[in-house]
């Protein structure tokens, strides 16, 4: 039960009677005549005493927005965003807002457990931390043991981890290597991968960082920045004060009128997978009319005006507007306005980029800032800021042997891997798993073909044992032989900086209140497993976790720097949160100003800092200006200055891509046709999407969110709906080649006609009991039990119904971006016996699916095929592994 | 004059202080960071909401827009409520909160069928860590926190600073040259209570109540439970 916090009548009584006494004079203290303040500290609502404030880093998504958490009674009864944070600004988007319901799941997992039934059948036996860690350690004893009686590091690679959300600043991959296993597996191709590959080669970095305030013109490519897209609550707030405050024009393009479109000047909705040529048709008439920034493109890019224009050629606005059904009139329209105002900028997420060939759509996006020289500048596109931080001494070496679900062969210019193969890799028997441990991971729910995961995560013979750190009971954990939980985001310690603004800065994760119950941080548990593993000392692993405790290793990441602790070291982050302070939110404008009220500005032109005297010692210069030193990029020459450049291998931006050519992609930003283009006039193209108030699968129990959002119903266009005699809110069958689901429809101007569109935030067979709607049951034995609220106040009564069973494995060969918006059903009435929720999928089709994505990678024969303009010796394309 | 436990209105009166929300249209991007920051507040349970955001659509593809409207009491400055309340549970103070006594609430409804912006509810007991329920309950312009110099909870959260706090008797506030300097418009002004919270909207934003009925099956099919599970209370929130 959730006993530990009570409130007396007479605490309430308190408040109620100060109140009473004030009401019955009618007269109150005079306040002081000043605006108020804009947060940083709270009351409480029961009995006005002010409550203890300690600040950390948010992990209800991957934003780590800095927050404060007002601590009542040792509960956490309050979240507002950290006021010193430079880029959140003291706020929390509703995700945020909600976060400390995390801690007071009822369904929260508050022991570790050993399975005593049949994998997944929900039988378990409570034990220690000490028999879980132990029970954990001889497992992966028992691989090392066997490698090295055999002599083969490969055999090691049997120790799978696999994350979804990795904040842990270092800490799994630490633990994984130290067990000398290359098999860490991440999520990014579920995620943004394509995006990543399309941008890195480009310019250095993974994503770009708006300077959405000051800016005039906004294009956005299938991103809901003001919902769910990286940084949502630091960009959303900057967005509207230029939309608002700097009379900037928002013009969205999306297949669905996300909060985003539906708040943009204009709002066009392209064919899904056409966001690309639409961008390469606006290129082609920036550079045809000389709308184009002739020394940004001259200095600063590997290719030529001439030669853009050469290359663009073929994407004229008629030709976009065959593929994506934008009219010529508005491209040609947007270009002009796009290129005739300055500053400008551009962002794209997921709609581009998650498909096959979702990078060629990233880097023909990333043409428009480039050719208008707004790279960089005040209000316009600019590289993220960061910090990184030491990892403590010693570190583990490397692994020495590659695993191939790590970082599949076929996949060279993935850089963040193709995570969703593994099932199907294992299967074929091309890696072998003695010990998968999963953390913050749900496949089971957020992949494609998610009952794929299902099939091979309950087959003991494929996952001999397998371990999870959840602290929920979620879809791939009620899975698992030993689950060692977690504690929440506010009861852990981690070191973070993430690029949300344009202000670079550390800041911190710590226990705002102690771990719940006996339950323990992640971090210790991998101390202790290690400490086990090696028990007789050995393996010589056990100096690489030598911590004091969880924050002693945090602390020790910020030991080594000086400027830091200049400024009091760890103890100022504790303090604060966030590291530098870089001055206060002004309360009319919510800029970041000093003292005196004026704005510290931001940092731009990073690439434009000068190469030191120092560092040009020894340096050489090649023809195309790029300085070199000790084999590695140092900057870039240009006009006769050294500039330090961008992150790429000439020290310019790279329309043009030497990375790819190699293994015969195209190098330079092209649109290729989808098939989902070309699909049966019956036929609609399905799409997911995440809304403003709930994670891909974390959220669906926390009530407040619940209650906001807790159905899915799937959007249709009135026009598409009405030919299948479909009326709004009618029982459909939505059927792929993969399976079919029984989902209701809602009948929505707002999406485009070719289209459906279904939520991937609900549709639960598990993640306790709220998310499946199953409330009124019992507690588990090992839960921490009822929330009043929750049994008794829940109104809605329908959990929504999950997408993902139907969602056909497709995977971009150059970034490996699962395509997830270029699978194609039909949508019919349902019929007589189907039931809302019914769900079916075939895993023969399933595994087909993987064989037929394969035939794109670079050995298949799909890639040459598709690629016939390039022009590379196909015959001697370097082998897979060699990269 | 006033009737019922009611301060002197306060509006324009010198020297008097007279708490006013102004929430700019232009701003609100419906993130609901509003709705959860005061649920948690407050320890609002499942099923009321003290504000809420109301999401709708207009237009015919591809021209179709989105409407986001938030609402909360209105802190009106001759209070409907208050005058209807018979055991004096519900009172405006001097400086324009309009706030509830729960020990003297018996309940009766009368306040909530009063009020012509349904910002007023029973609280339904059972809630996490606050133990009162059964009496009615509303917004409070987070009196607890204004009075200490805070803004109030949904202000301090606001993503777009759609929501602006202030004193609007203080001609240098924030509130009071929006509401000087901006077209502003207020709910139901024809009811005479003369609402304190401002609305600044754009051309295409409708505020009225229209937007308190559902209209999609989704949405109706939701409000059904809602109605089922809570007769009496029609301020319910809804994304979808």
């Given amino acids: 039960m959730n006993k530990q916090f009570k409130v007396s009548r007479r605490s309430f009584m308190k408040l109620g009677g100060t109140a009473a006494t004030v009401a019955a004079s009618l007269q109150s203290s005079r306040l002081v005549a000043m605006e108020q303040d804009l947060g940083g500290t709270d009351y409480s609502s029961v009995d006005g005493a002010k409550l203890e404030t300690v600040p950390y880093t948010c992990l209800a998504c991957n934003i780590e927005d800095g927050g404060v958490a007002h601590v009542e009674n040792g509960r956490v009864v309050k979240l507002e965003g950290n006021m010193d944070h430079p880029n959140t600004r003291g706020k929390l988007c509703a995700k945020g807002?909600?976060?400390?319901?995390?801690?007071?799941?009822?369904?929260?997992?508050?022991?570790?457990?050993?399975?005593?039934?049949?994998?997944?059948?929900?039988?378990?036996?409570?034990?220690?931390?000490?028999?879980?860690?132990?029970?954990?350690?001889?497992?992966?004893r028992a691989v090392i043991d066997r490698s090295r009686k055999e002599g083969d590091p490969s055999i090691l690679n049997e120790i799978v981890f696999k994350y979804g959300r990795d904040r842990s600043g270092g800490a799994v991959k630490r633990f994984v290597s130290a067990l000398g296993s290359s098999a860490l597996l991440n999520h990014t191709n579920v995620c943004e991968s394509s995006k990543k590959v399309g941008m890195e080669p480009t310019w250095g970095p993974d994503i770009e960082s708006c300077d959405w305030a000051n800016t005039k013109y906004i294009l956005n490519f299938g991103s809901?920045?003001?919902?769910?897209?990286?940084?949502?609550?630091?960009?959303?707030?900057?967005?509207?004060d230029g939309v608002v405050g700097n009379k900037a024009k928002l013009v969205s393009f999306d297949v669905r009128l996300s909060n985003t479109s539906g708040y943009a000047d204009e709002w066009f909705a392209p064919y899904p997978g056409t966001d690309g040529v639409v961008a390469l048709a606006m290129a082609h008439v920036i550079m045809n009319e000389g709308l184009y920034d002739a020394d940004f493109i001259r200095d600063w890019t590997n290719v030529t005006a001439e030669g853009l224009i050469e290359h663009l050629k073929p994407y004229t606005p008629e030709f976009a507007e065959g593929e994506s059904g934008i009219a010529a009139s508005d491209i040609r329209r947007v270009a002009r306005e796009f290129a005739g105002v300055k500053p400008a900028t551009v962002f794209s997420y997921r709609g581009p980029c998650k498909h096959v060939y979702g990078s060629y759509q990233e880097a023909s996006i990333m043409l428009l800032p480039i050719i208008t020289g707004n790279v960089e500048k005040k209000g316009g596109y600019c590289l993220p800021r960061g910090m990184g931080?030491?990892?403590?001494?010693?570190?583990?070496?490397?692994?020495?042997?590659?695993?191939?679900?790590?970082?599949?062969?076929?996949?060279?210019?993935?850089?963040?891997?193709?995570?969703?193969?593994?099932?199907?890799?294992?299967?074929?028997?091309?890696?072998?798993?003695?010990?998968?441990?999963?953390?913050?991971?749900?496949?089971?729910?957020?992949?494609?073909?998610?009952?794929?995961?299902?099939?091979?995560?309950?087959?003991?013979k494929l996952v001999p044992f397998l371990v999870s750190f959840s602290p929920y009971m979620s879809e791939t954990t009620e899975l698992s032989d030993l689950i060692i939980p977690d504690v929440t985001y506010l009861e852990r310690h981690d070191?973070?900086?993430?690029?949300?603004?344009?202000?670079?800065?550390?800041?911190?994760?710590?226990?705002?209140?102690?771990?719940?119950?006996?339950?323990?941080?992640?971090?210790?548990?991998?101390?202790?497993?290690?400490?086990?593993?090696?028990?007789?000392?050995?393996?010589?692993?056990?100096?690489?976790?030598?911590?004091?405790?969880?924050?002693d290793w945090v602390r020790s990441h910020f030991d080594a720097n000086a400027k830091l602790q200049k400024d009091g070291g760890y103890d100022f982050l504790k303090k604060k949160g966030v590291w530098p302070i870089y001055g206060k939110v002004d309360k009319e404008t919510a800029k970041i100003v000093d003292g005196n009220g004026n704005e510290v500005e931001p940092e731009y032109n990073l690439y434009k800092g000068k190469v030191s005297d120092a560092d040009m010692e020894g340096a050489e210069i090649d023809e195309k200006g790029t300085i070199h030193k000790n084999g590695k990029t140092i900057g870039v020459q240009v006009n006769g200055v050294n500039y330090t450049g961008f992150g790429t291998p000439s020290g310019k931006i790279e329309i043009f891509k030497e990375?790819?050519?190699?293994?015969?992609?195209?190098?330079?930003?092209?649109?290729?046709?989808?098939?989902?283009?070309?699909?049966?006039?019956?036929?609609?193209?399905?799409?997911?999407?995440?809304?403003?108030?709930?994670?891909?699968?974390?959220?669906?129990?926390?009530?407040?969110?619940?209650?906001?959002?807790?159905?899915?119903?799937?959007?249709?266009?009135?026009?598409?709906?009405?030919?299948?005699?479909?009326?709004?809110?009618?029982?459909?069958?939505?059927?792929?080649?993969?399976?079919?689901?029984?989902?209701?429809?809602?009948?929505?101007?707002?999406?485009?006609?070719?289209?459906?569109?279904?939520?991937?935030?609900?549709?639960?067979?598990?993640?306790?009991?709220?998310?499946?709607?199953?409330?009124?049951?019992?507690?588990?034995?090992?839960?921490l039990g009822g929330d009043p609220d929750v049994t008794n106040n829940v109104w809605w009564d329908d959990k929504g119904v999950h997408p993902n069973p139907i969602i056909r494995l497709a995977v971009d060969p150059i970034g490996g971006s699962q395509g997830w918006f270029d699978t194609t059903v039909t949508v019919t009435k349902a019929e007589a016996n189907d039931k809302y929720g019914d769900s079916q999928y075939d895993r023969e089709v399933a595994m087909a699916d993987y064989k037929e994505t394969l035939r794109y990678t670079y050995t298949g024969d799909m890639h040459r095929k598709n690629h016939p303009e390039v022009d590379i010796d196909w015959s001697n394309l370097p082998l897979p592994g060699g990269h | 004059?006033?009737?019922?436990?009611?301060?002197?209105?306060?509006?324009?009166?010198?020297?008097?202080?007279?708490?006013?929300?102004?929430?700019?249209?232009?701003?609100?991007?419906?993130?609901?960071?509003?709705?959860?920051?005061?649920?948690?507040?407050?320890?609002?349970?499942?099923?009321?909401?003290?504000?809420?955001?109301?999401?709708?659509?207009?237009?015919?593809?591809?021209?179709?827009?989105?409407?986001?409207?938030?609402?909360?009491?209105?802190?009106?400055?001759?209070?409907?409520?208050?005058?209807?309340?018979?055991?004096?549970?519900?009172?405006?103070?001097?400086?324009?909160?309009?706030?509830?006594?729960?020990?003297?609430?018996?309940?009766?409804?009368?306040?909530?069928?009063?009020?012509?912006?349904?910002?007023?509810?029973?609280?339904?007991?059972?809630?996490?860590?606050?133990?009162?329920?059964?009496?009615?309950?509303?917004?409070?312009?987070?009196?607890?926190?204004?009075?200490?110099?805070?803004?109030?909870?949904?202000?301090q959260t606001c993503l777009g600073r759609a929501r602006i706090f202030g004193d609007i008797n203080d001609t240098t506030s924030e509130v009071a040259r929006l509401v000087a300097t901006q077209t502003v418009t207020v709910l139901k002004a024809d009811k005479g209570t003369k609402p304190q919270v401002y609305y600044i909207k754009p051309d295409r934003t409708i505020v009225d109540q229209v937007l308190a009925t559902p209209t999609s099956a989704a949405a109706k099919s939701d409000a059904e439970a809602f109605y089922r599970h809570n007769n009496g209370s029609k301020f319910y929130a809804g994304v979808l």
């Fill in chain 1, 97 to 140: 807002n909600s976060g400390f319901l995390h801690i007071y799941d009822p369904d929260r997992i508050m022991t570790p457990l050993v399975r005593t039934g049949a994998r997944g059948e929900g039988k378990w036996k409570r034990i220690s931390y000490d028999e879980a860690t132990a029970m954990l350690a001889e497992k992966l």
């Fill in chain 1, 224 to 240: 809901n920045i003001l919902e769910t897209a990286y940084f949502m609550n630091p960009n959303a707030q900057r967005l509207v």
């Fill in chain 1, 389 to 460: 931080w030491d990892q403590p001494s010693p570190v583990p070496p490397k692994a020495k042997a590659p695993s191939a679900i790590a970082a599949p062969p076929l996949y060279p210019l993935a850089s963040h891997h193709v995570s969703t193969h593994a099932p199907y890799m294992v299967m074929d028997g091309e890696a072998k798993v003695s010990v998968w441990m999963t953390y913050y991971d749900n496949p089971v729910y957020t992949y494609p073909s998610s009952g794929i995961w299902a099939d091979f995560l309950k087959d003991e």
């Fill in chain 1, 495 to 551: 070191p973070e900086s993430m690029p949300g603004g344009l202000y670079p800065c550390l800041s911190i994760r710590q226990a705002v209140v102690k771990p719940l119950g006996n339950t323990q941080e992640f971090r210790q548990t991998l101390v202790d497993v290690i400490h086990k593993v090696d028990a007789d000392g050995a393996l010589d692993i056990k100096k690489y976790f030598n911590f004091k405790s969880p924050e």
């Fill in chain 1, 659 to 783: 990375s790819y050519k190699k293994y015969g992609f195209n190098p330079m930003p092209v649109y290729k046709r989808l098939a989902s283009r070309d699909k049966g006039a019956d036929e609609l193209v399905l799409v997911t999407y995440k809304v403003n108030v709930h994670t891909q699968s974390r959220t669906a129990s926390l009530k407040y969110l619940a209650e906001l959002y807790h159905k899915n119903p799937m959007w249709i266009s009135p026009n598409t709906a009405a030919k299948r005699e479909i009326a709004d809110g009618d029982l459909v069958r939505v059927t792929s080649k993969l399976g079919y689901i029984v989902t209701r429809a809602h009948v929505t101007e707002g999406i485009h006609p070719d289209v459906v569109a279904i939520s991937t935030a609900c549709g639960h067979s598990a993640y306790g009991r709220l998310a499946q709607l199953k409330h009124k049951e019992p507690d588990s034995e090992w839960a």
């Fill in chain 2, 1 to 155: 004059m006033a009737v019922g436990l009611q301060a002197e209105p306060s509006f324009g009166v010198p020297g008097k202080k007279r708490w006013a929300m102004v929430i700019d249209l232009r701003r609100c991007i419906g993130c609901m960071a509003c709705v959860c920051a005061d649920k948690a507040e407050f320890d609002v349970p499942l099923g009321v909401w003290r504000t809420t955001v109301k999401v709708s659509d207009t237009g015919v593809y591809p021209k179709v827009k989105k409407h986001f409207m938030p609402r909360l009491c209105n802190h009106c400055d001759n209070p409907p409520c208050v005058r209807n309340c018979p055991t004096e549970a519900t009172y405006k103070h001097e400086d324009g909160f309009v706030l509830q006594r729960y020990e003297r609430c018996i309940s009766c409804r009368t306040c909530i069928a009063a009020c012509p912006y349904n910002a007023r509810h029973v609280l339904p007991n059972n809630r996490s860590r606050v133990k009162i329920g059964g009496v009615v309950d509303k917004c409070t312009f987070c009196q607890h926190r204004v009075e200490k110099g805070l803004v109030p909870a949904c202000v």
